[in-house]
């Protein structure tokens, strides 16, 4: 996900947006040490401060880790 929002800590000590719109954008391979993505739609985003990989499998969905990008 590309989200609008910076991280900021909740108040049960996890990474979360504290505001605006996630994009979600495109799945990544897990094998790839290098990849490139379109972002569809990217010229109506507004600024994108931080993103998000997480595994979209259920039950679990499981975030790898989001980065700032500002």
Do not use: C, H
């Given at each position: 996900y590309l989200n609008e929002g910076k991280l900021v800590k909740n108040g049960d000590g996890a990474w979360a947006t504290d505001s605006g719109t996630n994009y979600e954008i495109a799945p990544v391979?897990?094998?790839?040490?290098?990849?490139?993505?379109?972002?569809?739609?990217?010229?109506?985003?507004?600024?994108?401060?931080?993103?998000?990989?997480?595994?979209?499998?259920?039950?679990?969905?499981?975030?790898?880790?989001?980065?700032?990008?500002t």
């Amino acid at each position: 996900y590309l989200n609008e929002g910076k991280l900021v800590k909740n108040g049960d000590g996890a990474w979360a947006t504290d505001s605006g719109t996630n994009y979600e954008i495109a799945p990544v391979q897990a094998s790839g040490s290098s990849q490139e993505i379109q972002i569809p739609g990217s010229q109506y985003m507004t600024e994108i401060r931080s993103v998000t990989i997480l595994d979209y499998t259920s039950p679990d969905f499981m975030n790898f880790g989001s980065a700032p990008l500002t």
